[in-house]
């Protein structure tokens, strides 16, 4: 049952809205759209570049810098998942440090988030990783990680 307190709503928003409205609603939390739903879909490519990191790490033949980086479907999953959307290009830190990112999201007119991707070493600290960098013509180039003078976000 639903309760128009103090006639917050008016009768026509209950006559020909209301249904719509909820049906929109319903919609976008179908078992499918839930986040937590898509996060468990991306475990195959998580396990799929696990198995690839722990092969490139019992020493067979490097990859050669075309070949697709191993962890760009699992990475490409969960953005996907968490509703954000790649666009790769680069900062520069105050020290004049370039850093590749995945992708950067602003609010108001700001830096909000940085994604940064790494590569994926299941038994290391990801801060340690070196990043992958998307920017470059190849797009598989990877950057050791850097450490910048300050931990200061760059000024606008």
Do not use: K
Not at 47 to 61: G, I, M, V
Not at 62 to 82: E, I, S, V
Not at 106 to 119: K, M, S, Y
């Amino acid at each position: 049952m639903i309760r128009n307190v103090n006639g917050f709503y008016s009768p026509h928003y209950f006559d020909s809205l209301l249904q719509r409205d909820l049906h929109e609603f319903a919609a976008q939390h179908t078992l499918g759209a839930q986040p937590w739903r898509r996060l468990a879909n991306c475990a195959s490519a998580y396990f799929d570049a696990r198995t690839h990191a722990l092969q490139d790490s019992a020493e067979s033949p490097p990859r050669a810098d075309d070949a697709p980086h191993p962890t760009l479907d699992l990475h490409a999953r969960l953005l996907d998942a968490l509703g954000y959307t790649p666009n790769p290009h680069t900062v520069f830190l105050d020290d004049g440090t370039p850093l590749p990112l995945l992708a950067r999201l602003e609010r108001d007119g700001q830096d909000w988030l940085w994604i940064l991707e790494t590569t994926l070493d299941p038994d290391a600290d990801p801060l340690d990783q070196p990043l992958v960098d998307r920017t470059t013509p190849r797009n598989n180039h990877h950057r050791e990680p850097t450490t910048p003078r300050n931990n200061s976000v760059p000024a606008g």
